[in-house]
């Protein structure tokens, strides 16, 4: 099992649609979670992160954590093409963990025009 | 504006050379790390480092070797380059800064090797 796993999709939805992606993580020390964007040839770029249960907002996306459940998910509102990308889900702050960040393999987005 | 920087962007050389690829930080983190990523493919660690004078490898198995002798500098060295070595390597900073405060972690932009 990984640590932190995400389905690698591709997930495809329309434009204007809500485009959510999903990712578990086994560490239950985790105390951070970070989503990052990443354009093909690109490195990857933070777009949002999240530590407390429930849900956390800046803009178009929407970040939720529940830290029983070990699940974090990103909610992308009105996605739009320039959306498609990889998105990266990552977990630190774990003391067993050496407080390193471990990332996801990532979930492919298209959004079609 | 740039707060991390890699050298070069793009590297093609021959099989055997020895190669230094660079990254600097300007934000004062104390956190520095390595990554090798395939097109396409997941991120792996092969370095990182908590301070100066502080290194450790990382997940994958690697051949390359780093060093920390300032805060804003992670270069890191391959001594042999084999094509096997052909991929993506990205640099990248966390720590406690103006802009930051929960370790999230800022990529370079890349260096893109090519072994010949």
């Known amino acids: 099992q990984k640590e932190v796993e995400q389905n690698s999709g591709p997930l495809s939805v329309p434009e204007g649609a809500i485009a959510s992606l999903n990712c578990t993580y086994s560490?239950?020390?985790?105390?951070?979670f970070f989503w990052y964007r990443q354009y093909s040839g690109k490195s990857p770029e933070l777009i949002m992160f999240?530590?407390?249960?429930g849900d956390k907002e800046d803009g178009r996306f929407t970040a939720q954590l529940n830290k029983a459940s070990q699940y974090v998910s990103l909610l992308i509102r009105d996605s739009q093409p320039s959306d498609s990308a990889t998105y990266l889900c990552?977990?630190?702050?774990?003391?067993?963990?050496?407080?390193?960040?471990?990332f996801g393999a990532g979930t492919r987005l298209f959004v079609k025009a | 504006e740039a707060d991390i920087y890699q050298t070069p962007r793009y590297l093609v050389i021959g099989t055997g050379k020895k190669i230094t690829l660079e990254c600097s930080q300007t934000?004062?983190?104390?956190?520095m790390y390595w990554y090798q990523q395939d097109p396409g493919m997941e991120l792996h660690l092969i370095h990182y480092?908590?301070?100066?004078?502080?290194?450790e490898k990382g997940d994958l198995s690697s051949e390359s070797t780093v060093s920390r002798i300032r805060t804003e500098h992670f270069p890191l060295t391959l001594e042999s380059a084999r094509p096997s070595h052909t991929s993506q390597y990205l640099c990248?900073?966390?720590?406690?800064?103006?802009?930051?405060?929960?370790?999230?972690?800022?990529f370079g932009p890349g260096t893109r090797l090519t072994v010949l």
């Open positions: 990248a900073s966390s720590g406690d800064s103006p802009k930051s405060s929960y370790n999230e972690q800022f």
């Open positions: 560490d239950r020390g985790s105390q951070s």
């Open positions: 999240i530590y407390s249960n």
């Open positions: 990552a977990a630190g702050g774990s003391r067993t963990g050496g407080f390193k960040t471990i």
């Open positions: 934000m004062g983190h104390d956190k």
């Open positions: 480092s908590y301070g100066v004078n502080s290194t």
